[in-house]
């Protein structure tokens, strides 16, 4: 009897507290398509009638959406190209090379991930500005192309699964570190390539105080600061703000969908040792 | 031996250049200009000890931030163990378990600002919808936001809605709890309550260790969603460290006094980390150590 009974009451319980994780999506949603006029009522309507397409023409229209889209991919695209570029060399020297000091500064690494960013950001900024790189996505982009520590480990901690006796074999024949690199190691790990690929760009996308503090031109707002402008303007006109939320959160659950296994990996790795 | 050495360096040089201009040098600047009086225009001038003295005389502000900061790491417990509990309902083989997997991870996608929007419309006071289901089971409706008193548990219930980024790493750790443990354990008698204990809690305790440490660093820098939502009210109550800091820098350009105020943040993190980290020995089981 009890066998039988614990999937059942497994089930109600997943199911009644996915519903609960679920419903402020439903009310995002059921906002999104409502007339203004019948948002605010006392018992909430979850169907809404009508249904009011409109809204999200609407909040597009008033919030340049293509254009922070394509500037916040701009962004996106140069850091990940440099996480992944940056992030590929450190870990393999981390991971397959044996030298001095190679364990000093690897750990020096790790230390690095903990360091608040608040320790660092207003020097940078200073600097950036005397170069005049502010208002530009120059201070965005550049950092990207030096190494983020957090790939890096993530990317060792892949590296350090491959059988060293296949470097072994290619050195026998005569291949160098550069070519066991990229002619072994790279292909291997396409895999965690991608992983960091896309953890670089989930956080280039949600970023915000980075533009916040770079970016003044209102044409070079991206989503995250077009959005909070939005709030601003629109502030109590919950159906378009909720129109907004729905087009900017679509994409990542999509791309979630797309590509859950790439992520479930990454998570994986976070939480080997080594 | 050297060969090795320059080949080693070679590979992390992107890293290592990285370092010491984006860590090493802003790092050490920061801790002089913290002890300069430097607002941007005019070069900054030595002040000595002086921006740290005002800082920790100034009850109505830095202390304020300081607090409230401190309560949010009320959170971290909260979400250890709903993060636990969510992932030990998901371990199992059940049917349709990769839709519900998704479902509590989903929420933890959200972009932060999509995130807000939807929050402060779920927290709205009157036509929320949280405050409707309040009403609905007959229970007292706070302001959540708009109160000084709730405001805080307010930020924390939609931090918990998005735990399932922590509870997906938990639920990998623990598929990888080798089953033999439990076997062996229920061998030997033990209950369900026992091999949670004595297996299952050791054996996921380095990711606990994990989100744990990153959860302090993540509680100390909170920012955005209280830069957006409420900008630091009502009443200083959501005035966190991390907004005050980029409010004395970015704002009042007292660039010395926000540097002051990020190294004792730099302090304050190193300290709670290395609490952490001195404790783990007592608490963290790695496989395969004696």
């Known amino acids: 009897m009890k066998r039988h009974l614990r999937p059942i009451l497994s089930h109600a319980l997943l199911l009644g507290l996915g519903l609960l994780f679920l419903t402020p999506f439903a009310f995002m949603v059921s906002t999104s398509l409502k007339l203004q006029g019948k948002v605010f009522t006392e018992t909430i309507e979850w169907l809404p009638n009508p249904v009011v397409w409109s809204n999200y023409p609407e909040a597009l229209g008033n919030f340049p959406f293509a254009l922070y889209l394509r500037n916040t991919l701009v962004i996106c695209a140069g850091v990940v190209l440099g996480t992944v570029v940056s992030a590929a060399l450190p870990a393999y020297g981390f991971a397959r090379l044996r030298w001095k000091g190679r364990d000093t500064l690897f750990f020096l690494m790790l230390a690095t991930i903990m360091l608040p960013s608040q320790v660092t950001q207003l020097p940078i900024f200073l600097t950036f500005r005397t170069l005049h790189w502010t208002g530009t996505y120059l201070p965005l982009i550049v950092p990207a192309f030096f190494g983020n520590a957090f790939s890096i480990f993530l990317l060792r901690q892949f590296f350090l699964t491959i059988p060293q006796e296949l470097s072994d074999a290619a050195r026998i024949d005569g291949c160098s570190e550069w070519g066991i690199f990229t002619r072994i190691l790279l292909p291997l790990s396409q895999p965690a390539l991608a992983t960091i690929a896309l953890f670089a760009f989930m956080g280039a996308w949600t970023d915000f105080q980075g533009p916040l503090i770079y970016v003044h031109d209102e044409d070079q707002y991206t989503l995250a600061i077009g959005l909070a402008s939005f709030l601003g303007r629109y502030n109590g006109q919950w159906h378009l703000l909720m129109a907004a939320a729905t087009v900017v959160t679509l994409p990542l659950i999509v791309a979630f969908f797309l590509a859950q296994r790439t992520f479930i990996r990454g998570i994986a790795m976070t939480g080997m040792k080594g | ?290």
């Open chain 2, 1 to 290: 031996m050297k060969r090795e050495m320059r080949l080693g360096l070679l590979f992390v040089a992107p890293w290592l250049i990285g370092f010491l201009l984006f860590t090493v040098y802003p790092v050490l600047a920061t801790l002089y200009l913290s002890f300069t009086d430097y607002r941007v225009l005019a070069p900054p001038r030595w002040i000595g000890w002086d921006n740290y003295r005002e800082l920790l005389a100034d009850t109505e502000t830095f202390w304020p931030s300081l607090f409230n900061t401190l309560y949010l790491f009320l959170e971290l417990p909260a979400a250890l163990i709903l993060g636990i509990l969510i992932a030990l309902l998901l371990d199992r083989n059940l049917r349709g378990m990769a839709w519900y997997r998704t479902v509590f991870y989903l929420p933890s996608i959200v972009p932060v600002l999509a995130n807000a929007m939807l929050w402060l419309w779920l927290l709205n006071p009157e036509y929320g919808l949280i405050n409707s289901g309040l009403r609905a089971l007959h229970l007292p409706a706070p302001a959540w936001l708009a109160s000084p008193i709730w405001s805080k548990p307010a930020l924390i219930l939609m931090d918990l809605w998005a735990v399932g980024g922590s509870m997906i790493i938990y639920l990998a750790a623990l598929q990888g709890v080798p089953s033999s443990l439990y076997e062996a354990a229920s061998l030997d008698g033990a209950s369900g309550f026992a091999k949670f204990v004595n297996v299952t809690l050791p054996g996921i305790s380095p990711v606990i260790f994990f989100n744990l440490i990153m959860g302090v660093i993540g509680t100390f820098q909170y920012f955005t969603q209280t830069f957006v939502m409420t900008r630091g009210g009502p009443d200083k109550s959501t005035l966190f460290y991390a907004l005050y800091l980029y409010q004395n820098a970015f704002q009042y350009f007292r660039m010395g006094t926000a540097c002051a105020m990020a190294w004792l943040l730099f302090l304050l993190t190193l300290a709670a980390t290395l609490f952490v980290f001195t404790s783990s020995a007592r608490w963290v089981y790695y496989e395969g150590e004696k």
